[in-house]
């Protein structure tokens, strides 16, 4: 009788989408992943701040996320100003042109780092707006789908990040970097 119950609740269990885990067999190799839960997918947004210049965008893979760095390292220990937030459509500033992205859901990243130096105006980021981020390949990413660079405008580096779905972000701040991940699942 008890086997019988504990196989209903697992079943129930199961087709309501609730993780159930099972042990695995003597001697075979396990790996549990915990995935941080709580992001959200509210903006998130920083203080501008005279930070440096941007020089470079890439992107990673992880087990519960994928992730976008915007190198800045002429902030050394200052913040780097920033909003990330999803939009229904992206358009390039300040010219208000829409640039397509593919994917479920879109996010636009702006950066309080310019893609030049501020003062000579030499690219300091090879970026071209509504054209595909130069070296970001995101082939095989499980999140990501598309991203392209909107433009450097007044101090501010704007990108748009297409993504599988609606998905809950955070935003972090490194020495040098920003870091945007976006999880795989809710």
Same mark, same amino acid.
């Given at each position: 009788m008890r086997t019988r119950r $504990?196989? !209903?609740v697992l &079943? !129930? =269990?199961t087709m309501a989408g609730v993780g159930v885990g099972v042990a695995a067999p003597a001697g &075979? &190799?396990?790996t549990a992943v915990a995935c941080p839960a709580g992001w959200g997918s509210l903006p998130k947004t920083a203080a501008d701040t005279d930070a440096g210049s941007l020089t470079d965008i890439r992107t990673g893979g992880h087990d519960c996320y994928d992730r976008m760095v915007f190198d800045v390292p002429t902030a050394g220990t200052e913040p780097i100003g920033y909003t990330v937030h999803y939009v229904d459509a992206f358009y390039q500033d300040p010219s208000g042109i829409r640039i397509p992205i593919s994917g479920g859901a879109i996010i636009e990243i702006r950066?309080? &780092?310019p893609a030049y130096d501020p003062k000579t105006h030499a690219a300091t980021y090879p970026g071209r707006g509504g @054209? !595909? =981020?130069p070296g970001v390949d995101l082939t095989g $990413? /499980?999140?990501f789908r598309d991203a392209k660079f909107g433009a450097s405008f007044e101090g501010v580096t704007q990108v748009g990040l297409g993504v599988r !779905? /609606? =998905?809950?972000? @955070?935003v972090s701040q490194r020495s040098n /970097? =920003?870091?945007?991940?976006v999880a795989h699942t809710w």
């Open positions: $504990y196989g !209903a &079943a !129930a =269990l &075979a &190799a396990t950066v309080s &780092a @054209q !595909a =981020l $990413y /499980r999140t !779905a /609606r =998905l809950p972000f @955070q /970097r =920003l870091v945007v991940d």
